[in-house]
């Protein structure tokens, strides 16, 4: 299996993806729901300040993980 960790990009798929696995992760039963979590990483995405960035980990290019930072 290829193991790749790259930079979160803004793309729909890939961000839905994320926030699913986010959600059911920390969030499921709380008042936080999937929308919020997607559209704030949508926006941490397309940041480009340099102050808060997100790190994607991929198994042959499927994301599997996440680490803000």
Do not use: W, Y
Not at 6 to 22: F, H, P, Q, S
């Amino acid at each position: 299996a290829a193991v790749d960790i790259r930079r979160m990009k803004g793309e729909a798929a890939e961000i839905a993806t994320i926030a699913a696995l986010r959600h059911a992760a920390f969030f499921e039963g709380s008042g936080r729901t999937l929308e919020m979590d997607r559209d704030e990483l949508r926006r941490l995405a397309q940041n480009e300040d340099g102050i808060e960035t997100g790190f994607v980990a991929a198994v042959d290019g499927s994301p599997v993980g996440t680490c803000l930072l």
